[in-house]
């Protein structure tokens, strides 16, 4: 390859493709990012015209497949500026861009506007706080502060953070859901050394399930609309 060619990789969302540089300072995608995409891609229809937050956009794998799908415009929340370039060079790499891309932390962030859908991948196993579903949590009792009347938020989580207790707080937060993605797939190495991960998903009934001597998690995306 050329010294001034990009070196990118190719996530397939069909009939959607998404180049994203191999040298960036953001996270690569996860396997509940690829999820999430792959949820988004199976009701892109509903994006069309559509304005949309993402909150932490990573990559901006997620906002970028909202561009393709015809959204009306995207902005995006980071809490490093460094993070925001890396998603804003991958969009350049994809003939997107964003309208706002904004240093934030969503937790503690007031938008000055409402938008149509909002996009969220929120931590889990690496959360950093003392309860890893906290912002499971925080999201579905603030994401209708990021919407219109008629807006969703779509998020994707797993097993471990226990579905039952997920659909329980949506519907206490006033707030209906359905599931738009389900998806099974092998650990990752990290769950086994982060402390206390594995006896915490041990104490999740159907948290995950074993295949042969191989550990397999579920991956959900759900559709919220709150009430």
């Known amino acids: ?26 996270w690569k995608p996860t396997p509940h990012g690829i999820a999430l995409a792959n949820a988004m891609t199976s009701i892109a229809s509903e994006f069309q015209g559509k304005s949309v937050l993402e909150i932490g956009a990573g990559s901006g794998i997620h906002a970028i497949l909202a561009n393709k799908f015809g959204c009306q415009y995207i902005d995006i929340t980071e809490i490093e500026s460094t993070f925001l370039d890396a998603a804003s060079e991958n ?27 909002l996009i969220c ?3 889990f196993c690496k959360a950093g706080t003392k309860d890893r579903r906290w912002f499971i949590q925080q999201l579905i009792k603030d994401g209708k502060k990021f919407l219109s009347s008629s807006g969703f938020f779509i998020f994707c989580q797993s097993s471990m953070a226990d579905f039952k207790l997920t659909e329980s707080e949506i519907k206490c937060a006033d707030s209906s859901f359905d599931v738009i993605l389900e998806h099974k797939g092998l650990f990752r190495d990290y ?16 948290g995950f399930e074993m295949i042969d001597d191989a550990y397999v998690e579920t991956l959900r995306a759900y559709r919220v609309r709150p009430n």
């Open 91 to 117: 969009a350049k790499l994809n003939n997107c861009s964003f309208r706002n891309a904004m240093i934030q932390d969503w937790t503690d962030f007031t938008p000055t506007q409402s938008y149509d859908i």
């Open 1 to 26: 390859m050329n010294s001034t060619q990009v070196e990118y990789s190719k996530y397939l969302f069909y009939p959607y493709l998404v180049r994203l540089k191999d040298e960036t300072s953001s």
């Open 191 to 206: 769950y086994f050394t982060e402390p206390g991960f594995m006896e915490e998903s041990n104490a999740v009934t159907n």
């Open 121 to 123: 991948n929120p931590p």
